[in-house]
């Protein structure tokens, strides 16, 4: 006979926390958001490797790529980039996060000499920036040759067809530094001359990198910088239980920090096997999590076969429709309220702690708040990170709304190639997500603040100033569907009814 679970499985919506005492020192200043990514044997040694905010980006292409996982890691976070791309292209988004150089910027709209006052104007407007590089062969890394910026045309004065050549400021105008010199002297030189940007040039006089004065200032206000033993950007990347032998080398040496296994459902020896070709290969030095489960049972398999944290959740995701076309999954707060248990209770026996991640239907900032009091060590988020302007998708206009696409990894859209027939069929059986918009929201830095702000603020109501402390403290209640509407504004008439209120909250 089927196995029946004793209560309806639940989501965050659904619980409200209940504030404890606040000391006076209980402020959101001295709060830390320290967090454990991997297991570790606690109360005996440091966990090697921890978040400086729970938040993780989900491994999806509409979500982390290189530009994410900067971003991201900038804040204290970490990206996982999506693997659902050949091995050598995620392989090189992993290198580009590695070898990336806060302040120092690769030039995305360059020029030739033989371009026109009509494609600088259809650069600016499709990146936005105002200083174009010119190089012989138009690349970002070509001969330097000049540099266009807004002074060096008059749309009013000027015919269309006048070539980049004419109205450049030459090289020999320009003041570039060499190759290896450090930020603060680019920035010495830029103030010295009072430049906008300075380019870096190799020893041939190819362009490197752009050095802009307003990059300066932002660096040197990140403290929680997620850094690596040289001062690296750290940068996971999800991987499949296919083609693990080839993949995980490949990102092995691109410099990944942390692996995952992306899947909707991760209790299968199809991991087990994964991880165990990870510890053969590379003992205990390649760090990797799985997933994602929804319950006690599932938990155990993957914490027995190694998984170094394991990732909770099915079809709770925005853009997720497996629970539809499947009929598998669980409410997102009651898979973690009990894949928590199941943690904590694995460690009482073996001492090991493996960490948790809520995967999937975060939708309001205080749900983070939740998945945390419920126990989940560190958050993973796609439609969140989707709405900002470093995430890869394109930003388009709809009904006069700024709005980013964001599609499932299991929708038609990703073509994710593991989900197809191997036999060679091309057809892809089901679908198991959408293609969607979600709405434009500006940075992921000016977001993140507010984000983690409230969550501060809300460990402060609970008396809290870890995320352990806050684990331990928390009072969690069911509350009614009636008090969900209580919850919100009612019986008042809104004067500004945002399309998207969602969005603001
Ligand atoms: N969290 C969620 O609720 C959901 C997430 N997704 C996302 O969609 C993407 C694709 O997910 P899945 O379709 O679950 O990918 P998957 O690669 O885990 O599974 C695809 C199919 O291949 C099978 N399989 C896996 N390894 C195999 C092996 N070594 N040999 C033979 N068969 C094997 C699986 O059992 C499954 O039938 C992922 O990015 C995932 O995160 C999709 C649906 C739901
Ligand atoms: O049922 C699904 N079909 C899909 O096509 C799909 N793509 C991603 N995911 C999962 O959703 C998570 C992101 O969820 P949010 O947008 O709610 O943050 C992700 O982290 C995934 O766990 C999918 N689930
Ligand atoms: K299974």
């Known amino acids: 006979?089927?196995?029946?679970?004793?209560?309806?499985?639940?989501?965050?919506?659904?619980?409200?926390?209940?504030p404890g005492h606040t000391p006076a020192d209980c402020v959101p200043a001295a709060v830390s958001l320290k967090t454990p990514l991997v297991k570790y044997r606690k109360g005996q040694e440091e966990c090697p490797l921890t978040l400086n905010v729970p938040m993780v980006s989900a491994i999806m292409a509409a979500v982390s790529d290189d530009k994410m996982a900067v971003a991201l890691a900038t804040e204290g976070g970490l990206s996982f980039i999506y693997g659902n791309q050949s091995i050598e292209d995620e392989a090189a988004m992993v290198a580009r996060v590695k070898d990336?150089?806060?302040?120092?910027?690769?030039?995305?709209?360059?020029?030739?000499?033989?371009?026109?006052?009509?494609?600088?104007?259809?650069?600016?407007?499709?990146?936005?920036?105002?200083?174009?590089?010119?190089?012989?062969?138009?690349?970002?890394?070509?001969?330097?040759?000049g540099i266009v910026t807004e002074r060096d045309y008059r749309l009013s004065r000027m015919s269309l067809d006048e070539r980049v050549a004419d109205f450049m400021t030459?090289?020999?105008?320009?003041?570039?530094?060499?190759?290896?010199?450090?930020?603060?002297?680019a920035n010495d030189i830029i103030w010295d001359h009072k430049l906008n940007s300075l380019p870096i040039v190799d020893a041939n006089?190819?362009?490197?990198?752009?050095?802009?004065?307003?990059?300066?200032?932002?660096?040197?206000?990140?403290?929680?910088?997620?850094?690596?033993?040289?001062?690296?950007?750290?940068?996971?990347?999800?991987?499949?239980?296919?083609?693990?032998?080839?993949?995980?080398?490949?990102?092995?040496?691109?410099?990944?920090?942390?692996?995952?296994?992306?899947?909707?459902?991760?209790?299968?020896?199809?991991?087990?096997?994964?991880?165990?070709?990870?510890?053969?290969?590379?003992?205990?030095?390649?760090?990797?999590?799985?997933g994602n489960v929804v319950d006690a049972e599932g938990f155990r398999f993957l914490a027995e076969a190694g998984a170094d944290f394991v990732k909770i959740g099915i079809g709770g995701g925005s853009i997720c429709i497996t629970r539809e076309t499947k009929g598998i999954g669980r409410g997102q707060a009651t898979a973690t309220i009990e894949v928590a248990k199941a943690r904590d209770e694995y460690f009482r026996e073996t001492g090991i702690y493996v960490p948790i991640c809520s995967d999937g239907g975060i939708v309001y900032d205080h749900h983070i708040s939740l998945a945390l009091a419920m126990g989940a060590d560190f958050v993973m988020l796609g439609r969140y990170f989707a709405r900002f302007d470093e995430s890869p998708?394109?930003?388009?206009?709809?009904?006069?709304?700024?709005?980013?696409?964001?599609?499932?990894?299991?929708?038609?859209?990703?073509?994710?190639?593991?989900?197809?027939?191997?036999?060679?069929?091309?057809?892809?059986?089901?679908?198991?997500?959408?293609?969607?918009?979600?709405?434009?929201?500006?940075?992921?830095?000016?977001?993140?603040a507010i984000t983690l702000l409230k969550l501060k603020s809300t460990m402060c109501n609970c008396g809290a100033l870890t995320i352990p402390e806050f684990q331990d403290k928390a009072k969690l209640t069911l509350v009614s569907a009636t008090s969900i509407v209580e919850g919100g504004a009612h019986d008042v008439l809104l004067k500004d009814k945002a399309p998207y209120a969602s969005n603001t909250r």
Request: a negative charge.
């Open 393 to 448: 998708s394109a930003k388009v206009m709809v009904n006069g709304t700024y709005m980013k696409e964001y599609w499932g990894e299991g929708s038609a859209r990703a073509r994710n190639w593991g989900r197809y027939d191997l036999g060679g069929k091309k057809s892809l059986s089901f679908e198991e997500g959408v293609d969607s918009y979600v709405p434009y929201a500006g940075s992921l830095k000016d977001n993140m």
């Open 100 to 145: 990336y150089k806060a302040g120092f910027v690769t030039s995305d709209a360059n020029l030739s000499p033989e371009m026109t006052l009509a494609d600088v104007v259809e650069l600016h407007e499709k990146f936005g920036h105002s200083t174009m590089p010119v190089t012989a062969d138009g690349s970002a890394h070509g001969k330097l040759l």
């Open 205 to 290: 006089d190819c362009l490197v990198a752009l050095v802009f004065r307003k990059d300066y200032d932002s660096h040197k206000s990140n403290p929680d910088e997620m850094l690596d033993a040289h001062k690296r950007y750290m940068v996971g990347a999800g991987i499949n239980s296919r083609d693990y032998a080839e993949r995980v080398p490949a990102l092995v040496n691109a410099g990944a920090d942390v692996l995952c296994i992306d899947s909707s459902e991760g209790y299968s020896d199809w991991q087990k096997l994964t991880i165990q070709w990870v510890r053969e290969h590379y003992g205990d030095a390649v760090k990797i999590g799985a």
């Open 170 to 185: 030459p090289r020999e105008k320009l003041v570039v530094a060499q190759d290896g010199t450090t930020l603060k002297v």
């Open 1 to 18: 006979m089927a196995f029946y679970f004793d209560e309806p499985s639940r989501t965050f919506n659904e619980y409200l926390l209940v």
